[in-house]
T-cell receptor, first 114, second 110 residues
């Protein structure tokens, strides 16, 4: 059982380039999330999808877009990367859209924007 | 909105001793408080959680206590082992989101 799978694991972008981070889960979860993790700041929610067909902004959505492609897949797009977006990105899923259920995380994508 | 503060940022304990990590939150409406463990190169993993209708919960060597009046909750790890070395995060629920603390790096000295 793979759980939550993120691709790629590492990426280096030049300022202004675009890219899409992919995430897929095989646990039949309804809700999916994208977080960024920066040193000394914990995890901050970028966007979430409480259920298939819905997406909502989190704490730090600026500069990002998301697509809930189907129940399994939730992608994060950077249209014009900036050095401030250098971070480790985590995708997560949970059974329900409420915050009071266990979230399962992928292994992360380390993104560097130069 | 919710704000979660976590202390200490780094904690070094002798193997076999106990470790305590503390968090405070600001929103009295928060009702769910999980603790996640993150090992190097991996995503966070839930180790224990507590809901606002209980004051304490235990799972083997791990326990969490919650003081709703003071708006703080703590993680207690007893008889620490080398595999407990990791970064630990607390979080508090706010509607559909979790608000996370900044993390505590726990170092177990042999």
């Amino acid at each position: 059982n793979a759980g939550v799978t993120q691709t790629p694991k590492f990426q280096v972008l030049k300022t202004g380039q675009s890219m899409t981070l992919q995430c897929a889960q095989d646990m039949n979860h309804n809700s999916m999330y994208w977080y960024r993790q920066d040193p000394g700041m914990g995890l901050r929610l970028i966007y979430y999808s409480a259920s298939e067909g819905t997406t909502d902004k989190g704490e730090v959505p600026n500069g990002y877009n998301v697509s809930r492609l189907n129940k399994r897949e939730f992608s994060l797009r950077l249209e014009s990367a900036a050095p401030s977006q250098t971070s480790v990105y985590f995708c997560a899923s949970s059974e329900s859209g409420q915050a009071n259920t266990e979230a399962f995380f992928g292994q992360g994508t380390r993104l560097t924007v130069v | 909105g919710e704000n979660v503060e976590q202390h200490p940022s780094t904690l070094s304990v002798q193997e076999g001793d106990s470790a305590v990590i503390k968090c405070t939150y600001s929103d009295s409406a928060s009702n769910y408080f999980p603790w996640y463990k993150q090992e190097l190169g991996k995503g966070p993993q839930l180790i224990i959680d507590i809901r606002s209708n209980v004051g304490e919960k235990k799972d083997q060597r791990i326990a969490v206590t919650l003081n709703k009046t003071a708006k703080h909750f703590s993680l207690h790890i007893t008889e620490t082992q080398p595999e407990d070395s990791a970064v630990y995060f607390c979080a508090a629920s706010q509607a559909y989101q979790l608000i996370w603390g900044a993390g505590t790096k726990l170092i177990i000295k042999p």
